[in-house]
């Protein structure tokens, strides 16, 4: 082959070189994204036990289990790249600017500061999420143990010295019959 018979081969190619700052940049900025899309699944959670929604319910453990899987892709990243600007792979992003000192740019403080505020609300979330389950769950619990006859028995001491409830079905239907 001759450069005559592709004439496009002929054209100079042009590469993006990207510094390791810029892609520190982008990896906080994916976190976050990434944070941003667990609080909307953990709403979506809580909006679905709320209606009981039991598919939904489902369909939310997939899709945190998706994000998550995401998420420890993006922060292998993040320590690949603290590792490449020098530092300890571990590097927390709170140290960023001293680390970093003049290299520190503003994009990568913004991309920082709003990982660390998505981390503080995706906290927020889960804890309301866990309540509203846990309640979710006694409540389900107790209507089963009603609709089923399930009475609590006395608390009995344990081989470890603690104490534990110890719940005793009553059959619904009568099978000495």
Partial sequence: ?????????????TRTVVSPIDSLTDALTTERRLLDELIAVMRRQRNAVGEDDLQSVDDSVFSTHRVLVTLSEARRRRRQLNTLIGQREDLGIHALDEVLGNRMTQALRDARDQLHDAARALSREVSINRRVLRD??????????????????PVYPTASGTT??????????????
């Fill in 164 to 177: 534990a409830g110890r719940t005793q079905m009553h059959s619904l239907l009568d099978r000495r019959i």
């Fill in 136 to 153: 979710a769950l006694a409540s389900g619990d107790a209507f089963a143990r009603t609709l089923a006859g399930v009475q609590e028995s």
């Fill in 1 to 13: 082959m001759t450069l005559t018979e592709h004439p496009h081969d002929n054209l100079p190619t």
